[in-house]
């Protein structure tokens, strides 16, 4: 762990601090009024299995559709963009009438994400809780699995695919180096990201 906290407590006085605390910022500030929220959860579907740029693009992408359109019609836009237009449009119908009924400031948030929202996985729920301010939870993709391979913090998971307990016990692993470095898990993700590809994201 101590070379891995070398890393972080490096970029932590690095000029990248600065663009970080920016991202942190800009995730406190999300207005929270139902279109900002879900446009957010929407977002979070949309990056699955996919990338963060073609999410942001994708969600620009569909507009208004987003929130007023059937599920028709938001396939007929996903579909001039992207590639899983089918179920994702399902996905994203069905999570503007569930989403309604998630309390976010539930203590077992996360949980109640995961099980209510379809194509929500754990990671998904964490991402947006991330993006809408919370600090405590873990965004764990397999960027951030490589790097607590590489520096033995971690196995190698048998499935890219996380089990829930799984992802509990690599986000534990988390919290532990967090500590270590005075992060948050929030602010840890976006400087092990950073450090894996060079690039700080949604």
């Not at 992408?61 to 019609?73: A, E, M, N, V, Y």
């Not at 379809?118 to 699995?145: C, P, Q, T, W």
């Not at 499935?159 to 307990?165: R, V």
Request: charged share 30%; hydrophobic share 35%; with cysteine.
């Amino acid at each position: 762990m101590n070379s891995l906290i070398s890393v972080v407590n490096s970029l932590k006085s690095s000029p990248i601090r600065k663009t970080v605390d920016t991202r942190l910022k800009e995730f406190e500030n999300i207005p929270r009024d139902f279109n900002s929220l879900f446009r957010e959860l929407a977002f979070c579907i949309l990056t699955a299995g996919t990338s963060a740029e073609l999410g942001l693009r994708t969600i620009s992408h569909l507009g208004d559709t987003l929130f007023t359109g059937s599920q028709k019609d938001i396939q007929k836009k996903l579909e001039e963009i992207y590639r899983f237009h089918t179920i994702r449009a399902s996905y994203l119908y069905e999570a503007r009438n569930s989403f309604k009924k998630i309390n976010i400031h539930d203590k077992d948030v996360r949980n109640h994400l995961v099980k209510n929202i379809k194509g929500l996985g754990m990671k998904e729920a964490s991402h947006f809780l991330r993006n809408i301010g919370f600090k405590n939870y873990a965004v764990i993709d397999f960027h951030i699995v490589d790097v607590l391979v590489k520096n033995d913090l971690i196995e190698k998971p048998k499935s890219k695919s996380l089990t829930s307990k799984k992802y509990l016990e690599i986000e534990e692993v988390l919290r532990k180096l967090a500590k270590e470095t005075k992060t948050n898990l929030g602010e840890l993700d976006l400087y092990l990201w950073y450090h894996e590809t060079g690039k700080i994201l949604k």
